[in-house]
């Protein structure tokens, strides 16, 4: 029997969502807080939630992250009292069925519940499990889970793809899994730099030319538009193209022919695209320097990749992948790294995304020569400033914060038979004590609180022997 869970506060709703699944004869659960609501979802399995955002313990929305990464999600049809356009974007970024406003009609709730329940069944029987080849991607983020899902869409047709993401976050990388995982796997993966070509030469470089069609011709060149024939043609920094050329490609990309320069026939090139830009296409349409029917040709499919300082799990996994590496290209024993090295990496913002990450483990690997451990020395100056001056302005913002009289009083001055260690380690569990103490549970409070990151919060709370409360 299909099932649904509702988290809200209020009881009416709970109640009348419960009467309506009886009358579908379906199955249903409900809660009236966030943390009841979620280890109800750890506990069953269903196949749609209806989710309040204002809950009395938290925020809804929040939690998405959190209930796509569980063994088979259900669909999320968010019901709120308070329609936020933010809010509303948010939640369809994270993959909700749908996001309705109370008192929303019984008939539209009924109708929105019936069309995800079928939506989830077809996806059931449509969607064989895909293996996917991954080389060079390393990562365990869930926030690059829908990235991956969409490798495997994008692989499994021939259609456009346009991937967006800020410098750095692997672009190109992507675009590689799609063409390796595609059907075309077997030809040519042909990478166009639409910053680097100049003007004068992009449609020779891209179509080739006849010899003696220009000065310095002095023989047929195949363009790179014909080399990806049968496989697949990468339009890099595709924002960067001349708005000369981009009806001229338009064509292109419709009718899969061009003509060289200098030439009188057309050429055919079955080509799949893909196209890579930092840029925002949409903003660059409204302001008139790039076409709008090509932007909507190219996305087709639309990959958008989150910049490192979203995903920061991925930051251990994709250091201990470069280090391993840099190892094996120096021809080095296998290096390890320190905590604090670790903490460093996790508390700067990485404007650089993982190039730069891949960058700075590159000179603090040189910079430890043939030590056996990576430690915070080796890091670059510029990147310890950063993270340390970071850390001291968020100290003296929390030290604003009234303080509650349940936290331990810190001694101005350390017991004189005490060594700085002991001291610091001590005021560092009294410190993580009275944030227990005060959040309970909440873990998401005690992170912005003491400013520390998720994975160097839970190192310090098991250096001190201690634990989130059950």
């Not at 988290?7 to 009416?12: F, H, L």
């Not at 669909?75 to 109370?102: C, F, H, R, S």
């Not at 064509?251 to 890579?276: N, Q, Y």
């Amino acid at each position: 029997m299909k099932s649904v869970c509702i988290i809200d506060d209020d009881p009416e709703v709970r109640d009348t969502i419960i009467s309506l699944t009886r009358k579908l004869r379906l199955s249903s659960d409900a809660a009236g807080t966030l943390a009841s609501g979620m280890e109800l979802l750890a506990r069953e399995s269903f196949d749609v939630l209806f989710l309040d955002v204002r809950l009395p313990d938290g925020n809804g929305l929040a939690a998405l992250a959190e209930i796509k990464r569980l063994p088979d999600a259900p669909e999320v049809i968010i019901l709120t009292g308070m329609g936020d356009p933010d809010g509303a974007e948010l939640a369809i970024q994270e993959g909700v069925w749908d996001y309705l406003v109370k008192p929303s009609p019984l008939k539209q709730i009924m109708l929105t519940l019936k069309r995800a329940l079928r939506y989830r069944e077809e996806r059931r029987c449509d969607r064989a499990p895909v293996s996917l080849s991954l080389p060079g991607c390393v990562t365990v983020s869930p926030r690059m889970q829908p990235c991956l899902d969409q490798v495997a869409h994008a692989a499994w047709s021939s259609a456009a793809v346009l991937v967006t993401g800020e410098t750095g976050t692997g672009k190109e990388l992507f675009a590689r899994l799609i063409h390796t995982n595609s059907s075309r796997s077997k030809g040519a993966f042909v990478t166009v730099d639409c910053a680097s070509i100049t003007e004068t030469l992009v449609e020779s470089t891209l179509f080739g030319h006849k010899k003696g069609a220009f000065t310095g011709a002095d023989a047929d060149r195949v363009g790179l538009v014909q080399l990806a024939d049968g496989g697949t043609l990468f339009l890099d920094e595709v924002g960067e193209m001349p708005m000369s050329l981009q009806k001229t490609f338009l064509r292109v990309l419709h009718e899969k022919t061009f003509r060289p320069v200098g030439g009188i026939s057309e050429v055919k090139s079955d080509f799949r695209l893909v196209a890579a830009t930092n840029r925002d296409l949409e903003a660059m349409v409204e302001s008139g320097q790039f076409r709008r029917d090509l932007y909507f040709r190219l996305k087709t499919i639309e990959l958008a990749l989150p910049p490192l300082r979203s995903r920061a799990e991925d930051i251990k996994p994709l250091t201990l992948s470069f280090v391993d590496g840099l190892c094996a290209e120096y021809g080095l024993p296998q290096k390890g790294f320190d905590a604090e090295f670790l903490a460093m990496l996790e508390a700067y913002d990485w404007p650089g995304n993982v190039r730069e990450l891949r960058s700075v483990v590159e000179r603090a690997f040189l910079a430890s020569g043939r030590e056996k451990t990576l430690y915070s020395m080796h890091l670059p100056q510029d990147l310890r400033i950063k993270v340390t001056k970071s850390t001291l302005e968020k100290g003296m913002q929390g030290s604003d914060r009234p303080q509650s009289p349940s936290w331990p009083d810190v001694p101005t001055a350390p017991p004189v038979r005490q060594t700085l260690k002991e001291y610091k380690e001590s005021m560092e569990r009294r410190y993580l004590e009275g944030l227990l103490r005060e959040h309970g549970r909440d873990v998401a409070a005690m992170i912005d609180i003491s400013g520390l990151s998720r994975s160097h919060f839970y190192a310090l709370l098991k250096k001190s022997n201690l634990a989130i409360p059950d």
